[in-house]
Structures are given as C-alpha cells and as structure tokens.
C-alpha cells in the first residue's frame, strides 16, 4: 500500500484505509485543491468513515461516500449508482462524494461496462445498499433515543423523532450503527416517495473534466515511467523482417523490442514514438488471408447462396407460405465494418513487479485485463491490481483486453512501469471492428396484405450470430425462417455499442417499410397489426413485451403527429434491444425542392428514468452515433488494411450535421432496463424511410453517403 | 533538444525538447499539463485546443519551435476558480458525457465568444464545428455556448 500512495509527482492517485480495514483508491486531487475551500479531502473524509458495505461509507461528520464499482465511459454510471444509493439512505446529497471503486471480486460483482447492463444488474442491490445503511443508522437512532424505531424518519441525512422533537444528524449515530448486525431483509422505498432519483443529477466529475484534471488513462503518469507504442501487423500477415536502426536514433527512444508479431518502441516520452514509429521499417509476409474490401463483398454475396446457412429459428412452414403468397418483396442489405473510434484512443498503464502486477487505465472491463494478465503472466489473478481511471469513450471497444496486455508484455521486458499509448492510427488499425453484414430479408404477402411468411438470412465477417433470431417480429408471423452464416475473416472484430442489433434494426425496419408500403399499409399500422398477432396469437415464442413495443410506437406517432402533415416527410422505426425499446420518427420537409433532416423525434420504455439529464444524454447520443455512422461511417480494406487511418478520412459526424432530436420516456413502470445502446439501432432506418417517402430512394447500404442513391440528393440537415 | 522558453496560464516554464515536438505532448508529457487531450494529432478533431494569443488553435500540430514568446492558455489556466462563464455554462447545462472532448470544446467556446459575445445559433454551430464529440453532446454544447453568452 505504501508504495503505491507515493507514487508520482503530482498525487494522481492516493489510497486510503477505512476504518473497517477496507481499502480504496481514490482520485485524489491535493494539487488542485483550492485553498479557499474549506472541504474535507476524500482521503480525510475515508479516514474517518465506516465502511457500511461495498457501495458507501458514512464519516462522523455525516460525510457519505459511495463508491462506483463499474467503469465509466460517458453512460454516467459514476452518477447514476450513487443516486439509487443515496436515495434508500435519504442521503443528503451536497454531502455525497463518489469514488471510483477499484477492481474487487469480494466487493462487486459485474464490475464491467457492457450490454447497457449495469443499472438493470445493479439496481435493486444498490438500493439494498442504501436502505441497510439507513436502517443501521436508524436503529443506532432509537437505541441512542430509547424511542421506537418506526417513530423515526429520516430526510437528507437527518434522523427526526417527530413526537418529541427531537433530531440527529447521520454522523451523529454512525459510531453506534457500525456495531451493529447489518439486517438481512430491509423494505425499500415506494418509487413514489423517490426525491433523488428522476432528477437531474448533475455529472460528479464535472468540475474535474471542465478544469482539465487528470482523470482518463491517458492523463495517468507516474515519475519513472516509460511510454511505449506498438506496431501491429495488418490483418493476415505476420512479420517477415525489421530494420530498427533508424526508430532507434531518435532521441528519447531507450528500446526497440520486437515479440511475437509485434514491435514495441519505448520511450521517455510520446513524440520521439510517434516520430520513431514512422521510420521503423517492418516487412510483412502472408500468414492466411490478406482480405481487401473486395472480397468481402464477393464473400458475402456468394455466402447468402450457400447451403451451408446455420438454422436459428424455424416457426410454421416457411416454403408452404412463399409458394402461396400473391406477393414476395426480397431485398439485400449490407454494412461495412466500423471502428469505435473512442476520442481517448487505446492506452493503458502496467508494473509488472515480479509476480505482482499493477494495472491502470481505461477498461470497459477490469476482470478481463485482470484474467488475461494472469495467464499471459502465469500468475494468480490475486497478485494484480486493476484500478479503473475515467474512459474517455468505450463503444465496446475497450471489451477487449489487447491494449492492456501490450502494457503488460512491455513492462516485464523492461523492467519498469510503462504506459502504452496507440496513435489514432493505430486505433483506427488495430482491429476489433464492428462487424461487416449482410443480409438478405424475404417477405410472403397474401392477398390481404397480411405477412404470412418472414424469411432472414444473415452472412457476418465474424460475426457471430447476425440474426437475433428471436427479435421482432419473430413470434407475429406463422411462417418464419431465420438463419445464420458465419463467415471466419482475418479482420477482428468485437462488441460495437449495440452489437448486431446497431446494423439489424437498421435492415430490418426498413425492410419492413418496404414490406408495408408493398402491402398497402401505414408502416406503423403495418407494425401495430403485427404486435396484435404477437399478442392475439403467437407463433412460438415471443421475447419481447409487446404492450411496451406498442406503447413506444404509439407515443412516437402521436408526439410526430405521424402521417398528418402531408410537407412533412417520415419514416418510422421501432426497436427492442437490452431491455428497452425506441421508436423514432425521422422528418425531412421538402425546402425548394431539397430535403432536409429536420427533426427525429424519439419515445423510449427504459423503465424507471434514474437520472433524466443521463436518459437524455443516452438518447440523443445514441441517436447522434447512429445517425453518423449509418450516414458516414465506412471502413475499406485494401491488403488487410483499412484504407482509413484518421478523422481527415474516416468522417465523424459534427454539430451541424445533428438534426432537432425530441425526447420522451413511456412511463411504464418497469425497474431500470439499461439505456447505453437501445436508442442507437432505431435510428438509421427511421432516416432512410423518411428519405424514401421525400425521394423515392430506397438506401440498402451503409454509410448513406456513398451509395448512389444519396450521393446526389443533397440532404441537408438542419436543426430548428 | 533545444531549451525553450514558454509563457503559460501567466507562468514561465522552461522545457528541454526536440524542435518538431508539438505543444500538445510539451504540455502534456513535460509539463503536466494534462487537461488537453490527444485523439487524432493531425489537426481534425479539436480535443487538443488551446488559446495562443487569445486564438483557439490545436495543439497537436503546433511544433514547439514555432511558439515563442506566444502566450499560452490551456484548459487549467482558463479561471482561477472553475468560474469562465464557459465552464459555468458547461457545469449547468451538464454537457459531458465521457467528456474527453470537453475541454478543447470549451477552450473553443471561450475564444470564440470573446470574439462574437453575441452569436447566433448558426454562428455558435459553425464555430463549434470543428470540435468532434464522439459522444453525440452537440444538442449540449451548443445550449453551453448560448448559455455563456447570455450571462456573461
């Protein structure tokens, strides 16, 4: 412990012990700290605290501190677990501070970021956390009182006895309720009676990230360290040869280190590897497949013809439905792989001391870093710390431990704390893509316009399973096939914020649209006649709540004013993913002759809103990331490298390019079901069937920017 | 290596750096100043801004030989107390997500609004433009920017 508090010039980090023993990492920021502002220090407030259970501490004071076991990486996790916390101890909340909890098995549990699942995981022990709390303190009360305890409330860190008057303050009775026997069942609060939770919290770390103080990984450094950058390989090559002579007379460089396929450049600093990187020469030879964009396309389109195709879901008699449609509408689309292109690119920092090994940095999941160092090492997990520092973006990405183990290789070779740092080209290079998909969609209509017959065929670049077999609008039609290729790519691919279903709901919803407007129908009565016969008579089973699906469309219809002005042009898209479901109206108004994006409204089920400025900030993002990618985002290969390498190619979307985004909650009373992903997989289709219904043009390929039919609409996009 | 001479928050530091080394990693690597953030390093994304003589610029491509006598603003020197009306603005429209692109936003907002202190909403989205939140916060920002205006 000792020699990890005094570890660097500038006290990034600092470690306190609670007074139970238990031991925290704090960002502790003694540098900044203003004279003026008579405040305890996180490590004085820790010093004086008891240390309750995983999630908070209380000091005598009646200073709370909880701690945020999951890593953040804008979803605002490190506000939100708090507020549930706070709120079952009726905290006061100006005297709540939040800390990021390190990696800790004992304490936590999913101590990751994924899958929009930490609040639906979290929510009810998070409130159990608080109530216990608040019960402890509460018995500690009545005892000290000598009154009954169910004559006591408590309001903002206060413990009143209305009968005689009399009140303590949380502090005032944490000695006490710390000897107590925690309860093991404790009542929670009506949803109701919440005060903290459904307002909006502002940001815990506000101050620090609008100031400038070191809080991502990047910002990590410790006196002694070196920097190190890598060189990778493109995708299906291995290294034939390195001429290093030139990167080693950069001044600054101290090693040029090459292991399996890699090349690892370390430095005193970052510039001289950026400088070094560029003239080392690495010769690379073919070791598989040397893949161009090319051929993944052949590959594709050749794959949905294969008789090879895994079958995921077969409900009724799909060839008896196609045969006897008066109507079949097949059409195939496509996306190309994407990078996540977090703004913090890939770094981390590792010690490897021995058989112990300090970890540090931007992880979307610590128990991975921490399990993959292990083997990699040979060591048992026990011997390594992970702290997790702010990401500045995730996306999925940092699912992956490959950046962590680069520190970790790095460190053991020579001997001393290094941070490992990728450019923004390697970033963009370095794999773990989003995956590329295909998708061919088969719809049988009868002569009513009714869709008997559903057919999905999906071809993934490892991806997996591309078809989420089980998703809308499985379960609403009688004849329904769905099946799965998968195709083994050298290119590497991950988890993309909302993987699959952030291409899928794209394909599908517009295919539904096309599949409505062959039927002769309203695409949201085409969808809402569906959810009936999900409801009224499913085939097989259905995985989704289909009164929640109907309550966002209808919302999403009634706040767009659907199909009431005939100026305004729409397209209309619904999803469930992670729990929760979105529906979005994309609006393109016709303006001399031009289309222009002006608006998307959006309607979302997520259940409880915990922190409606955090809801807001999820929706509209995810809205915003989906709305760029489906418009820009592209990825082509050429000898098993992206041809993009930075922002000048690969085009992010900026803020004149954001239409008026509306957004509205469903209260349907549901406990939380996650919200980092939902809101991004309705969007791309909601836009290309409202630029059908303004032009005609149906877009079946992703990014919209390059596809023919787009290249010469000049959508504008314009807010208010 | 060569020893410059630089001026920044109102503070003279001397570093011992190559000429080519750009502002960003001086400040970042050498001096500690770590609140400018690296993302693309070839002038295209703005996490990098700073204010040399009062002028947003990004400092990833500013080579250390080129600055001078130049005066340098970064994020830690933008107010003494977290109190720009910028970052003000920004606390109260809570406009972060990851919030890594954040700081070069505001050091863009503040430049900007020193020179129009009243923009309209398509000036304030063309002058933030040149900032990428990958995040999607630019309903956000741009409320920031306005915000600031307003109050100052």
Not at chain 1, 27 to 55: G, I
Not at chain 1, 59 to 65: A, E, F, M, Q, T
Not at chain 1, 355 to 374: F, H, S, W, Y
Not at chain 1, 423 to 437: H, K, L, N, Q, W
Request: glycine share 8%.
């Amino acid at each position: 412990m000792a020699d990890i508090t005094k570890t660097n010039r500038r006290d990034f980090l600092k470690i306190a012990a609670t007074a139970t023993g238990g031991l925290f990492i704090g960002f502790y920021w003694s540098s900044c700290d203003s004279p003026k502002m008579k405040v305890l220090s996180t490590e004085e407030v820790l010093s004086k605290a008891h240390n309750f259970n995983s999630f908070l501490s209380i000091s005598p004071d009646g200073d709370v501190v909880i701690y945020s076991p999951n890593p953040e990486l804008g979803q605002n996790i490190k506000t939100s677990f708090p507020m549930v916390v706070a709120e079952e101890l009726d905290a006061d909340w100006s005297k709540v501070r939040v800390l990021q909890a390190p990696l800790d098995n004992d304490k936590f549990d999913r101590q990751l970021t994924g899958g929009s699942g930490a609040m639906p995981h979290s929510w009810e022990r998070l409130r159990k956390a608080g109530a216990t709390a608040r019960h402890l303190l509460l018995t500690a009360a009545a005892n000290q009182l000598e009154v009954d305890m169910a004559s006591l409330s408590t309001e903002k860190g206060m413990i009143y006895h209305k009968a005689s008057g009399k009140k303590l303050t949380y502090g005032e009775v944490v000695m006490a309720a710390s000897e107590l026997e925690a309860p093991e069942e404790v009542l929670l609060k009506d949803p109701k009676d919440f005060t903290i939770i459904g307002t909006p919290i502002k940001n815990v770390d506000n101050d620090d990230m609008f100031t400038g103080k070191p809080l991502f990984g990047l910002d990590f450094y410790r006196e002694g360290m070196l920097h190190a950058m890598i060189q990778r390989p493109p995708f299906g090559m291995k290294i034939k040869s390195v001429d290093d002579a030139s990167a080693r007379s950069v001044s600054g460089v101290t090693d040029v280190i090459q292991y399996d396929n890699f090349v690892a450049i370390v430095g005193t600093s970052t510039w001289p590897l950026m400088k070094a990187k560029r003239r080392l020469k690495v010769e690379y030879e073919s070791d598989g497949n040397v893949e161009s964009t090319f051929d993944h396309d052949k590959i594709m389109k050749e794959l949905l013809d294969s008789k090879d195709a895994r079958v995921m879901r077969q409900d009724g008699n799909v060839d008896e439905a196609f045969k006897n449609a008066a109507k079949v509408i097949t059409s195939e689309y496509q996306c190309p792989f994407l990078p996540h292109a977090p703004m913090e690119p890939m770094n981390f920092f590792a010690h490897v001391k021995g058989e112990e090994v300090e970890l540090i940095g931007p992880t979307q999941t610590p128990d991975a870093a921490r399990m993959q160092t292990a083997q990699l090492l040979g060591i048992p997990k026990e011997n390594i710390t992970v702290d997790i520092t702010r990401l500045g973006g995730g996306f999925g990405r940092r699912l992956r431990a490959d950046y962590v183990l680069d520190a970790v290789e790095v460190s053991r070779r020579v001997n001393a704390p290094v941070k490992v740092t990728w450019s923004r080209e390697d970033d963009m290079t370095g794999g773990a893509y989003r995956p590329a998909v295909r998708y061919r969609f088969s719809a049988a209509l009868d002569a009513a316009g009714n869709m008997i017959g559903f057919k999905l065929r999906g071809v993934g670049l490892n991806a997996g399973n591309s078809v989420r077999q089980d998703n809308f609008p499985s379960g609403a039609v009688p004849n329904l096939l769905i099946e799965n290729i998968n195709y083994n790519s050298s290119v590497t691919t991950n988890a993309w914020r909302a993987p699959i279903t952030n291409f899928l709901a794209y394909a599908e919803q517009s295919f539904l649209d096309e599949v409505a407007l062959e039927a002769q129908k309203d695409p949201v009565k085409f969808r809402l006649d569906l959810l009936e016969q999900a409801k009224s008579s499913p085939t097989g089973s259905v995985n989704y709540d289909v009164d929640r699906m109907i309550g966002v469309i209808k919302d999403a219809a009634e706040r767009s004013n659907w199909g009431k002005n005939s100026n305004v042009k729409q397209g209309f898209s619904v999803y469930f993913s992670h729990r929760s479901y979105v529906a979005q109206v994309a609006n393109i108004e016709m303006i001399n002759n031009q289309p222009v994006l002006k608006k998307i409204v959006a309607s979302t089920d997520c259940g409880i809103v915990v922190n409606p400025t955090g809801a807001n900030h999820q929706v509209r993002g995810g809205i915003v990331d989906g709305m760029g990618h489906a418009m820009f985002g592209n990825l082509v290969f050429e000898n098993g490298l992206p041809k993009q390498k930075n922002f000048d190619s690969y085009r992010l979307i900026r803020m004149k390019e954001v239409p008026e985004i509306d957004v509205n909650y469903v209260d349907s009373g549901f406990d939380p079901t996650g919200l980092g992903e939902p809101a991004l997989p309705p969007t791309g289709g909601a836009i290309a069937n409202a630029i059908f219904a303004a032009t005609g043009r149906r877009l079946r390929s992703q990014p919209f920017l390059e596809q023919k039919e787009f290249s010469d609409l000049n959508l504008e996009i314009r807010r208010g | 290596m060569a020893n410059y001479n630089l001026r920044i928050n109102g503070k003279n530091y001397e570093v011992d750096v190559e000429d080519d080394t750009p502002l960003l990693w001086v400040l970042r690597d050498h001096l500690g100043l770590v609140g400018t953030k690296y993302s693309c390093g070839i002038a295209q994304c703005g996490a990098c801004t700073v204010h040399i003589n009062g002028e947003a610029t990004f400092s990833c491509t500013i080579p250390i030989s080129s600055v001078g006598s130049d005066k340098v603003t970064t994020i830690e020197g933008l107010s003494e107390n977290a109190d720009h009306p910028v970052q003000k603005a920004w606390k109260e429209v809570d406009v972060a997500q990851c919030g890594y692109c954040q700081a070069g936003q505001i050091m863009n907002a503040a430049a900007f609004l020193k020179k129009n202190p009243k923009p309209s909403l398509e000036e304030i989205d063309n002058a933030m433009n040149r900032n990428i939140c990958r995040c999607g916060t630019y309903h956000k920002i741009r409320e920031a920017v306005a915000l600031a205006a307003k109050t100052k």
